[in-house]
């Protein structure tokens, strides 16, 4: 499957990693500020790169990243305040692991999607952008036999349950997330602590290194 990700928020949004994170064995869980979720626009005018607007959302905020790292299985949960409709929902956590950094995606059922995706995320670090600040990339991914996921907006959660061969078997993962709101003028956010913004949104921001538990 070769899925397009959203190119006008990716460029929006300055990100960077984490530094000095220590490593967690089984589990971890970290709040991410409140209030941080955007609607981007986009107006053609003026010519060539048009006008980008953007503006604080109520909805699609979210508020939880959590990870439990199992010997069979790797569980992922995101908690969200007005999390989307499933049909709008596009939901990209990335994986990192000490061999490669990987994208896993819930798609809108609504445009083809709905299962569990996952693909080798692209290095954009020695990507520069064009004169408007965008990039265009793709990511070749597929689905893997035993992935699941959940998405329940009465809580406001979505979990993804991915075997652990899937990624390789990693001995320890670090993780990522965002959630967009495919509607028109829908909303966008992505897990990062307050102070983690270095400026360069080619670089994802990633929670501790969280080891697999070998009971």
Do not use: K
């Amino acid at each position: 499957m070769i899925r397009r990700l959203a190119l006008l928020v990716a460029a929006l949004v300055a990100l960077a990693p984490l530094s000095a994170v220590p490593a967690h064995a089984d589990r971890w869980s970290d709040n991410e500020p409140v209030g941080d979720a955007r609607t981007v626009t986009f107006d053609p005018e003026p010519e060539p790169c048009g006008t980008v607007t953007q503006r604080p959302s109520p909805d699609g905020d979210i508020r939880r990243l959590a990870v439990r790292h199992t010997n069979t299985e790797l569980v992922l949960r995101v908690d969200v305040t007005g999390l989307p409709r499933s049909r709008d929902l596009f939901t990209e956590l990335t994986v990192r692991t000490p061999r490669h950094d990987w994208l896993v995606s819930l798609d809108p059922p609504a445009r083809g999607g709905g299962g569990v995706f996952v693909g080798r995320a692209p290095d954009l670090t020695a990507v520069e952008p064009d004169e408007c600040g965008f990039i265009a990339y793709g990511v070749v991914s597929s689905g893997c036999d035993g992935a699941t996921s959940r998405v329940d907006r009465s809580v406001g959660t979505v979990v993804v349950v991915l075997p652990r061969r899937c990624l390789g078997r990693p001995g320890w993962v670090r993780v990522g997330a965002a959630v967009q709101d495919m509607a028109p003028d829908g909303s966008w956010d992505r897990w990062s602590l307050r102070g983690a913004d270095n400026g360069d949104w080619r670089t994802p921001v990633l929670g501790p290194r969280v080891r697999a538990d070998r009971r």
